[in-house]
């Protein structure tokens, strides 16, 4: 097994736990769907962190082994050609874009309300 560097084992704690705390945060006024989908959290998680408390979030960031993993569509290389300074403004391309992001078993979720 590969040793995991001190400062890269506090920098995986540090994005666990600001993303469990996002998450715990939102889900104090928001919909606990709409954060299972934004999040691809499952609503298990989503009920444990929006009762945790900050000692308990804190227990699960730096518990050994566990890493945030990102949510990419199953071919990745669209969403990531779509990134550059020649492509951003391009409406085409970011409507390719929200296409292969929406590609996983995520439920619907509904745009801004006015």
């Given at each position: ?21 996002l ?70 391309k ?20 006015a």
């Open positions: 097994m590969i040793p995991i560097p001190d400062h890269t084992q506090e920098k995986i704690h540090h994005l666990n736990r600001t993303y469990f705390t998450v715990h945060d939102l889900l104090q006024f928001t919909e606990p769907r709409l954060i299972e989908a934004l999040f691809g959290l499952d609503a298990t998680l989503c009920g444990w962190l929006a009762a945790a408390s900050p000692q308990a979030i804190e227990q699960l960031a730096t518990t050994p082994g566990l890493v945030y993993v990102p949510r990419l569509p199953k071919d990745p290389r669209p969403l990531l050609a779509a990134f550059g300074a020649e492509t951003t403004r391009d409406v085409a970011l409507h390719l874009l929200l296409h292969h992001v929406s590609d996983g078993e995520q439920p619907e979720v509904a745009g801004p309300t």
